[in-house]
């Protein structure tokens, strides 16, 4: 059947059109800096005692005001919150959880049927991964390790209810968030996230900036239709003549920006130092961030805690997944009302309207006590993998290609997520990892289960290799910045270009995965398995 036209205009087109324009009418309603920062709650145990610390949290279907001119938004979250709470820990504090699904048996995000695992599937599935955790294979949130409301349902590699966190990691900054197979991209949009703070003794004995003056940021990009409610596109742009609907989407960025889950908030601060804590929690939009009273960040921090030494930073890359620990001085300003920006737009040119505004630092507050916190010039020793040592270097190739239906189809290794696995380290193995870009864009890329290490970038002839195969580099070696020098769990991978991480894979063996963080990538099909093997397994 030919679509339905008008003047020209396909019905598909047309019904896109509106649903930009009503969403755009909204954008330049919504006024900035006029809710107050939502201070994240922490989560309380269920029980407690000397051999473990037990949670139970539930997913729950709830209606929030993101913004003081919005209606009520319908959304998921841990515990009926969005984001979901703190989970606050001690190193080596061992921890159960479960993960309780308790959300309708509809979703009310559009599902594209024909992704791997979605057909003949419950709509509602969901599965917990702690991200940067050390955990367990049966407790890391595997893709297929899904569950519906009540555990009705299971998927295939479904082996417990409990999940299990040792936490036998340094100090860090985590967080958890759904991870289903297929539908990550809208459990997560829906509201599915959370903090997961890991506390230890040396960190503690900083003198580090704390209590309330120690606050996690939690940074997400949304639409919203005129009604309040999330608005996620049901087709790429321009639509499909011919393909499925809903379909997935190559990417999707937001065009109001979210803090705590706030639109463009504000908060008031004291004229003294603060530690944020700052997480990207962003489907696939990156930010630049900067103070607009020109002041720097003293970032303490990345994804797999403290730094060896502070850096001092006028602007902050993140893509998504990755966290940054900064202090901010505000000592100096008084009486100031102080940005934060971002620099960078996402999926189209950059709007000073939208994309130029995180959040606002209104330095109105009476010092309450003198600041004795401090920035120390030597924060610790990172325990970095040893590169002496290597048993395997792995080149892995991000390529692109097109479905049945002229779509994007990003792959690893050229690989579908159901092909057979390839990648099988020995457990305690230190390995080099390789990814070579050969699309046009740049690929946040997520490694389960280790914290490992940036070496170097390094370009090449994208276009020439691209036509023949043929590698030829054509820039020098280039070692990472200095804020990307810590322990990393996600390192962004540009076009053209070959980064190289090293990784231990310990402490445990097992199944896990590797994927970008681009969430309409890793749903179709930008994710792939791999094996820690024992010594003894064959």
């Known amino acids: 059947m030919r679509p339905i036209t008008l003047r020209g205009i396909s019905y598909a087109t047309l019904k896109s059109l509106v649903k930009e324009l009503?969403?755009?009418?909204?954008?330049?309603?919504?006024?900035?800096?006029?809710?107050?920062?939502?201070?994240?709650?922490?989560?309380?145990?269920?029980r407690k005692d000397s051999q473990k610390t037990f949670y139970e949290i539930a997913m729950k279907e709830f209606h929030e005001k993101l913004h003081r001119d919005l209606r009520p938004t319908r959304l998921w979250g841990y515990e009926g919150m969005f984001p979901g709470p703190i989970i606050d820990v001690r190193k080596d504090e061992f921890v159960e959880v479960l993960w309780k699904n308790e959300l309708p048996s509809?979703?009310?995000?559009?599902?594209?049927?024909?992704?791997?695992?979605?057909?003949?599937?419950?709509?509602?599935?969901?599965?917990?991964?702690?991200?940067?955790?050390?955990?367990?294979?049966?407790?890391?949130?595997?893709?297929?390790?899904?569950?519906?409301n009540g555990f009705a349902e299971t998927g295939p590699d479904f082996r417990r209810r409990i999940y299990q966190y040792p936490n036998e990691q340094r100090?860090?900054?985590?967080?958890?968030?759904?991870?289903?197979?297929?539908?990550?991209?809208?459990?997560?949009?829906?509201?599915?996230?959370?903090?997961?703070?890991?506390?230890?003794?040396?960190?503690?004995?900083?003198?580090?900036?704390?209590?309330?003056y120690e606050i996690p940021l939690l940074i997400q990009d949304r639409s919203f239709n005129e009604d309040g409610s999330l608005f996620y596109p049901t087709q790429p742009d321009p639509p499909l003549e011919d393909g499925p609907d809903p379909s997935v989407v190559p990417f999707y960025c937001g065009d109001t920006i979210l803090v705590n889950g706030k639109v463009?908030?504000?908060?008031?601060?004291?004229?003294?130092?603060?530690?944020?804590?700052?997480?990207?929690?962003?489907?696939?939009?990156?930010?630049?961030?900067s103070l607009d009273s020109g002041q720097s960040f003293y970032q303490i921090?990345?994804?797999?805690?403290?730094?060896?030494?502070?850096?001092?930073?006028?602007?902050?890359?993140?893509?998504?997944?990755?966290?940054?620990?900064?202090?901010?001085?505000?000592?100096?300003?008084?009486?100031?009302?102080?940005?934060?920006?971002?620099?960078?737009?996402?999926?189209?040119?950059?709007?000073?309207?939208?994309?130029?505004?995180?959040?606002?630092?209104?330095v109105n507050q009476s010092l309450i006590e003198e600041d004795t916190s401090v920035i120390p010039k030597y924060l610790g020793e990172l325990p970095l993998p040893s590169k002496h040592n290597i048993q395997t270097i792995r080149h892995l190739k991000?390529?692109?290609?097109?479905?049945?239906?002229?779509?994007?189809?990003?792959?690893?290794?050229?690989?579908?997520?159901?092909?057979?696995?390839?990648?099988?380290?020995?457990l305690g193995d230190t390995e080099i990892w390789m990814f070579m870009n050969t699309t046009a864009f740049a690929h946040p890329m997520h490694v389960h289960l280790v914290q490992f290490q940036v070496l170097e970038h390094q370009a090449f002839d994208l276009d020439l290799y691209n036509e023949t195969g043929k590698l030829v580099f054509t820039g020098p070696i280039i070692a990472p910045s200095k804020s990307d020098r810590g322990l990393k769990d996600t390192i962004t991978v540009p076009p053209g270009t070959?980064?190289?991480?090293?990784?231990?894979?310990?402490?445990?063996?097992?199944?896990?995965?590797w994927h970008c963080h681009i969430l309409e990538h890793e749903d179709y099909d930008m994710m792939r398995p791999f094996d820690v093997k024992r010594r003894s397994d064959n």
Not at 22 to 46: A, H, N, Q, W, Y
Not at 186 to 209: C, F, H, T, W
């Open 22 to 46: 009503i969403v755009m009418r909204l954008r330049r309603t919504l006024e900035k800096f006029v809710d107050s920062l939502p201070k994240l709650k922490t989560v309380k145990p269920t």
């Open 106 to 148: 509809r979703h009310f995000l559009p599902i594209d049927q024909t992704l791997h695992s979605v057909a003949g599937n419950p709509e509602v599935r969901t599965v917990v991964h702690l991200h940067g955790g050390a955990t367990p294979p049966d407790s890391d949130g595997y893709p297929d390790a899904w569950f519906t």
């Open 171 to 212: 100090a860090s900054t985590l967080w958890y968030h759904d991870h289903a197979v297929g539908i990550t991209r809208i459990n997560v949009y829906a509201g599915l996230v959370g903090m997961y703070i890991v506390r230890d003794q040396q960190e503690k004995s900083l003198n580090l900036p704390g209590g309330d």
């Open 264 to 289: 463009w908030p504000y908060l008031e601060v004291e004229p003294r130092k603060y530690r944020f804590r700052i997480l990207n929690a962003s489907n696939t939009r990156n930010f630049e961030l």
């Open 301 to 362: 921090g990345s994804d797999g805690g403290l730094l060896a030494k502070p850096v001092k930073v006028q602007t902050i890359d993140m893509h998504p997944a990755e966290r940054v620990d900064v202090i901010i001085d505000f000592s100096q300003h008084e009486g100031e009302y102080i940005v934060l920006t971002n620099g960078v737009g996402c999926g189209g040119p950059f709007d000073p309207e939208t994309d130029a505004n995180v959040m606002q630092f209104r």
């Open 398 to 426: 991000l390529v692109g290609s097109q479905d049945k239906y002229g779509r994007p189809l990003l792959l690893l290794t050229n690989r579908m997520w159901d092909d057979p696995v390839t990648e099988k380290p020995r």
């Open 498 to 513: 070959v980064t190289r991480i090293v990784a231990k894979f310990a402490p445990y063996a097992g199944r896990y995965v």
